[in-house]
């Protein structure tokens, strides 16, 4: 595939006020000629972010730098769909020479704007991009779409288990999610049928927004034995008020990401977003140096680790064993 290029800084185009970010240059580090890249992400939280810092770090990495010889136009959608679609839309109208598509909504919106053009997307922190019919196959994804998964078919199963090892005693799980998002209901599908597996009963409640997630979390009280989400944008970008309220009702929280473990949530097994979103950008860099986009396979995590959340812990007053932190990683020490 040809290099991907522009033809000047000027091409830079102002937003069309569709997010709530105007035009941001990240970054990045050297080659020659100019190269414009756009990011849209559904929402902003500390997860998305990671990996959005960890696909510029890439592109540094490789030699592309701001200002120099890189612009990017970076998008936060704002948890809205209609704001994803919109974005897409634009970065294509802008003639980006590629564009990371940050989210399973994202990526559906980019690649739905980018058909009938030779503009590459590149999709990360997607649970199912076959499911979601971004590609057709994961080892030759063919077309002009491919990208870093963040499925892990193990992930779910030991996030589940963790609940049973740590509360043997626990009977439901209440889950939050966003039912209107695709990638959550697969999700919540998978985790669900784990629950049984296990013993558990998996209590949803849906949050469409995220202003409405703590809401969610407070109809669970009284219900559940636990709270959990897995891989949801939308509780993700409120998760601090359902730390909060956890807290309050000495709940413990599961999360489906380290990074929300960071944030306070008791515990999670998972990967770090800042690695696949470095997987991503080093498949941008391929594609810029001429690797034709669909020859490059689909990438997926490669393993999952504990975390542990030890302040949490103490305040949901949890001794923990030897064998249960042998293997953790540890956060939130005093």
């Avoid at 998305?48 to 490789?62: C, H, M, P, S």
């Avoid at 209590?203 to 034995?225: F, H, T, Y």
Wanted: hydrophobic share 40%.
């Amino acid at each position: 595939m040809r290099k991907f290029f522009a033809a000047s800084c000027a091409a830079l185009l102002l937003l069309t006020g569709c997010s709530s970010n105007e035009t941001q240059t990240e970054d990045e580090t050297g080659k020659s000629e100019m190269v414009k890249i756009g990011i849209t992400q559904i929402v902003e939280h500390p997860s998305l972010d990671e990996n959005r810092r960890g696909f510029i770090a890439a592109l540094k990495d490789a030699g592309y730098e701001n200002k120099k010889n890189l612009l990017i136009d970076y998008q936060n959608a704002q948890d809205d769909m209609n704001n994803s679609i919109s974005i897409g839309q634009k970065l294509v109208g802008d003639k980006n020479d590629l564009i990371l598509a940050i989210s399973t909504p994202s990526a559906l919106s980019a690649v739905k704007a980018a058909e009938g053009t030779d503009i590459p997307v590149v999709f990360s922190a997607v649970t199912d991009p076959m499911d979601a019919n971004l590609v057709t196959d994961y080892d030759k994804p063919g077309g002009n779409v491919t990208g870093v998964s963040d499925m892990d078919p193990d992930n779910f199963y030991h996030a589940v288990k963790a609940i049973k090892d740590f509360y043997p005693n626990a009977k439901k799980v209440g889950v939050l999610y966003n039912s209107g998002e695709q990638n959550s209901v697969q999700t919540f599908a998978v985790v669900e049928k784990h629950m049984q597996e296990l013993g558990l009963e998996a209590v949803k409640a849906s949050a469409s927004r995220s202003s409405e997630v703590q809401q969610a979390a407070e109809s669970l009280i009284g219900q559940v034995d636990a709270f959990a989400y897995f891989q949801d944008n939308t509780v993700a970008s409120a998760l601090e008020s359902v730390i909060k309220l956890a807290n309050e009702h000495q709940i413990p929280f599961f999360a489906g990401d380290v990074d929300s473990v960071k944030r306070g949530a008791f515990a999670a097994y998972g990967f770090e977003q800042y690695d696949m979103g470095y997987k991503a950008g080093q498949i941008a860099v391929e594609i810029l140096n001429g690797k034709k986009v669909g020859d490059i396979p689909v990438v997926f995590p490669e393993g999952v680790q504990l975390y542990i959340h030890e302040q949490t812990a103490e305040l949901l007053g949890l001794e923990l064993t030897p064998e249960q932190t042998q293997d953790a990683v540890i956060v939130g020490k005093e």
